[in-house]
């Protein structure tokens, strides 16, 4: 014992207290450094996503194909980051700890210490790190992928022991395993696009386009057909002229051919056909031999899949049918590629939607509910047996209306401008000062 006390004075002796602490500074600034390279890191390399880094990877950036790497495993880099970040900044508590308690005396050194360390990890080893890091996501994520592949190795054991530790308390409590999840939500994209168009990145056009783009796979068939009502229809026994003239007045390039009712269509004829079939063909040719065949499909298609069948079976309209078989209306491409690019008018057409001020529009009868809130900034519900303001109207008043008639929602008036026979034609929708 007398030996041990000589020895530990004649090292105090040896060692001045200068360096003691000097030396206890330094490692804890050193520590700081690597709780900041740990903070940023986590920020870095989970925020760059995966596109961006193959897009790295093809402008031949150094350290590149590094970062593709280590995002292979994003929980092997995530508990490496983690298990780094905890061992420095408990390291950093306790070399502080030891020595302000040295020469404050253990209760006020303690105190001391944890408020001192404290304050240093927030500010340097976490706020000011996850800005940069937020700032410079790229850049930064490229530069610390070679030390972070040496944490990697360094930290090895630590990382397969905390894995193997986590893996059974996830199967314990019946969580998932996988602790890290994607940072980007269809949800956060609408706002991000919606945050572009505040900040001049996208204009208002651009801005609708996408989002439709991203409503596109939610959409089903029945919420962009052309309703039975609306359909013009050739019978199979017309004749080519007589199929040439329907074609020329309903203005339209392409009509479905029934048998008996528009319950039973057997394809879909082109006016091109028709014309070419009567100035260059048999004069004796019937209109069954220049029909196209067409696809019948449910009315809970979704339209994403719609898209792909017609391309890849090369068809240009649709028939679609209920659970009966009874046809409730035609899709074609051109309705289609309206759910990304907004309406499509030609010659005539009026505006599906007419904004008159900030506070009404006026609306056709079949003009999409969620259309109609975006143009008016309201949340007028969709049910399971509409999705159009005239099904709207039908479903609020429980029957029939008549030209005249103003049904209300909350603060919203719905005029009813036009009635043809029972449909709603058009609708003037304004919101009431409350």
């Not at 404290?118 to 994520?141: D, H, M, Q």
């Amino acid at each position: 014992m007398h030996a041990l006390v000589v020895l530990q004075t004649g090292l105090e002796t040896f060692v001045p207290e200068w360096v003691i602490f000097g030396g206890g500074v330094t490692v804890i600034g050193v520590l700081l450094v690597l709780s900041a390279f740990f903070s940023s890191s986590e920020i870095a390399m989970f925020s760059i996503p995966s596109h961006r880094v193959n897009g790295l990877i093809e402008e031949g950036i150094p350290g590149a194909k590094r970062l593709s790497k280590l995002k292979e495993d994003p929980h092997k880099l995530l508990v490496t980051i983690l298990v780094g970040n905890n061992v420095v900044n408990i390291a950093m508590s306790s070399i502080a700890t030891g020595l302000l308690a040295r020469y404050l005396g253990s209760g006020i050194g303690v105190a001391a210490a944890t408020a001192s360390i404290t304050t240093l990890v927030l500010i340097f080893g976490e706020i000011a790190p996850k800005s940069y890091a937020v700032e410079n996501t790229e850049s930064w994520a490229v530069t610390i992928s070679r030390p972070l592949q040496v944490s990697e190795l360094v930290l090895k054991p630590a990382v397969i022991f905390f894995d193997r530790i986590t893996t059974v308390i996830s199967w314990l409590t019946g969580s998932e395993t996988a602790i890290e999840t994607s940072y980007v939500t269809r949800e956060e994209i609408q706002s991000l696009i919606e945050t572009g168009e505040r900040e001049g990145v996208f204009d208002e056009d651009e801005r609708q386009m996408l989002q439709r783009t991203l409503r596109f796979n939610d959409t089903i068939a029945k919420e962009v057909m052309t309703p039975r009502l609306d359909v013009t229809a050739i019978s199979a026994d017309d004749s080519v002229e007589e199929a040439i003239e329907t074609c020329v007045q309903s203005s339209h390039t392409r009509l479905p051919v029934f048998e008996g009712s528009l319950d039973n269509v057997i394809g879909v004829v082109s006016i091109r056909d028709l014309v070419r079939d009567r100035d260059y063909g048999e004069h004796d040719a019937a209109l069954s031999d220049i029909i196209e065949p067409t696809l019948h499909v449910p009315e809970s298609k979704n339209v994403d899949e719609l898209l792909t069948e017609m391309r890849d079976q090369r068809v240009h309209m649709v028939v679609v049918i209920d659970e009966f078989g009874t046809t409730e209306g035609i899709v074609t491409i051109e309705d289609l590629t309206e759910e990304i690019v907004g309406e499509i008018l030609e010659g005539e057409e009026e505006e599906p939607i007419d904004v008159i001020d900030d506070d009404t529009v006026v609306v056709k009868g079949e003009v999409n509910i969620e259309e109609v809130n975006e143009a008016l900034g309201v949340e007028i519900p969709e049910g399971e047996e509409f999705e159009t303001i005239a099904g709207f109207v039908f479903n609020r008043a429980g029957r029939l209306v008549e030209e005249g008639e103003v049904i209300t929602f909350g603060d919203l008036e719905i005029h009813i401008d036009e009635v043809e026979n029972t449909r709603i034609m058009k609708a003037r929708l304004s919101r009431r000062e409350t």
